[in-house]
C-alpha cells in the first residue's frame, strides 16, 4: 500500500522522476479484526546516509498516526560533505 502510493507520487511528477533522491517516511496505525491496534512504520533512504530514518524519528517524535513524507533531493553538481 506504500510502496504503491510512493510510485504513485513519482510517477505523477516529472520533476520528482528526476530527482537524484526520494527518501520517504511513513507512520500510521491498524486497527486489526480481534480489536487490537498495530503501529505500521518504515522508512527508505534512496542513497542518502539515513535521511529516512531522521524522518521517521521525526514522526515518532511528533506521534504522528496516518502519515507519508517524501523528500525529493536533486544533486547541483557539488558535492557539500
Known amino acids: 500500500m506504500v510502496k504503491r502510493a510512493?510510485?504513485?507520487l513519482i510517477e505523477g511528477?516529472?520533476?520528482i522522476q528526476r530527482a537524484t533522491?526520494?527518501?520517504y517516511a511513513y507512520r500510521f496505525t491498524e486497527t486489526l479484526p480481534n480489536?487490537?491496534?498495530i503501529?505500521?512504520?518504515d522508512n527508505d533512504d534512496d542513497g542518502e546516509d539515513a535521511a529516512g530514518s531522521r524522518?521517521?524519528?521525526l514522526l515518532e517524535m511528533r506521534?504522528?498516526?496516518g502519515v507519508l513524507i517524501l523528500v525529493s533531493r536533486w544533486?547541483?553538481?557539488t558535492h557539500l560533505g
Open 21 to 23: 533522491h526520494n527518501m
Open 39 to 41: 503501529l505500521k512504520h
Open 6 to 8: 510512493v510510485r504513485k
Open 55 to 57: 524522518l521517521a524519528q
Open 75 to 77: 544533486y547541483g553538481g
Open 35 to 37: 480489536g487490537k491496534t
Open 13 to 15: 511528477s516529472t520533476k
Open 63 to 65: 506521534k504522528e498516526d
